[in-house]
T-cell receptor, first 110, second 116 residues
Framework: SQKIEQNSEALNIQEGKTATLTCNYT??????LQWYRQDPGRGPVFLLL?????KEKRKERLKVTFDTTLKQSLFHITASQPADSATYLC?????????FGKGTMLLVSP | EPEVTQTPSHQVTQMGQEVILRCVPI?????FYWYRQILGQKVEFLVS????????KSEIFDDQFSVERPDGSNFTLKIRSTKLEDSAMYFC??????????????FGPGTRLLVL
């Protein structure tokens, strides 16, 4: 069955550092992969989408890479800020479904 | 900016009762979805809906669940006879094209359902 794993449940970093979150998947060949942010008690908010033929995508302080050979995506937040503290979800898209990983909770300390 | 809205924000019900969760998707969107998230667990797909019919549904979406677009703006999820394990946050989402085309989904704020 399809499986999505996000590297750790929680990641603590200091303000100004780069946060790197990992998403690995098995038994799946997605056309593209998405990253979402979820704050406690709120719905997921779309951040970035990367297609299978793209190696890297950037948006402001965010960068996503996608390696279909390794079946892995890396999500980077540079110059992290306490406001970046949230849970970050990786999601793989089917025709009309999204399959989410459990998420990695990021805590950025001042 | 347009957004997906959901009502109520919280619902408490007795086991065995019927509940209807309501959503207003973004107005020009054509694809609608329901997800749920049990406390501390991942967001799970329930059902997708397009052109007035279900496109896909998960194993979770059994005969106790149904969806409807009763008018041009609302999209509802009905749970016929709630069980304790239905307690979760339910998210509605919408998109203007199919996900397989590289579209993104926009999620509502959720309805927290508690079954006692």
């Amino acid at each position: 069955s399809q499986k999505i794993e996000q590297n750790s449940e929680a990641l603590n970093i200091q303000e100004g550092k780069t946060a790197t979150l990992t998403c690995n998947y098995t038994n799946y060949s997605p056309a593209y992969l998405q990253w979402y942010r979820q704050d406690p008690g709120r719905g997921p908010v779309f951040l970035l989408l990367i297609r299978e033929n793209e190696k890297e995508k950037r948006k402001e302080r965010l960068k996503v890479t996608f390696d279909t050979t390794l079946k892995q995506s890396l999500f980077h937040i540079t110059a992290s800020q306490p406001a970046d503290s949230a849970t970050y979800l990786c999601a793989l898209a089917g025709y009309s479904t999204l399959t989410f990983g459990k998420g990695t909770m990021l805590l950025v300390s001042p | 900016e347009p957004e997906v809205t959901q009502t109520p924000s919280h619902q408490v019900t007795q086991m065995g009762q019927e509940v209807i969760l309501r959503c207003v998707p973004i107005s020009n969107h054509l694809y609608f979805y329901w997800y749920r998230q049990i406390l501390g667990q991942k967001v799970e797909f329930l059902v997708s809906f397009y052109n007035n019919e279900i496109s896909e549904k998960s194993e979770i979406f059994d005969d106790q669940f149904s969806v409807e677009r009763p008018d041009g703006s609302n999209f509802t999820l009905k749970i016929r006879s709630t069980k304790l394990e239905d307690s979760a946050m339910y998210f509605c989402a919408s998109s203007d094209r199919a996900l397989g085309s590289g579209e993104t989904q926009y999620f509502g704020p959720g309805t927290r359902l508690l079954v006692l």
